[in-house]
Nanobody
Framework: VQLQASGGGLVQAGGSLRLSCAAS????????LGWFRQAPGKERKFVSA????????RYADSVKGRFAISKDTAKNTVFLQMNSLKPEDTAVYYC??????????????????WGQGTQVTVSS
């Protein structure tokens, strides 16, 4: 499956963006899809994940209450709605797929298929 992330951009603190991760080549059914982010000079970190079949979700503590992950089964696409953005949310955001058990969903080592990343910049 090929993943195409989009929707990043420059936004002021307090603003919103919606990222999209469109999959092609095969259905996301049966996969878990995660969003990760990497700021300059820092490690890649888990942001959120969703079970494409079933819809269970998980969020990093740093984004709970501000970000919402969702899916459009017909479009084979996962979205990340980001509200109340903060300068510390600035990073390249990546989507990726895995079949790992849900308890390990936050570990990026278990993801084997990554999109190209989309830049999110939040100005203060």
């Amino acid at each position: 499956v090929q993943l195409q992330a989009s929707g990043g951009g420059l936004v002021q603190a307090g603003g919103s963006l919606r990222l999209s991760c469109a999959a092609s080549g095969r259905t996301l059914s049966g996969y878990r899809l995660g969003w990760f982010r990497q700021a300059p000079g820092k490690e890649r970190k888990f942001v959120s994940a969703i079970q494409f079949s079933g819809g269970s979700t998980r969020y990093a503590d740093s984004v709970k209450g501000r970000f919402a992950i969702s899916k459009d089964t017909a479009k084979n696409t996962v979205f990340l709605q980001m509200n109340s953005l903060k300068p510390e949310d600035t990073a390249v955001y990546y989507c990726a797929t895995t079949r790992i058990v849900w308890s390990e969903i936050e570990n990026d080592r278990h993801y084997d298929n990554w999109g190209q990343g989309t830049q999110v910049t939040v100005s203060s």
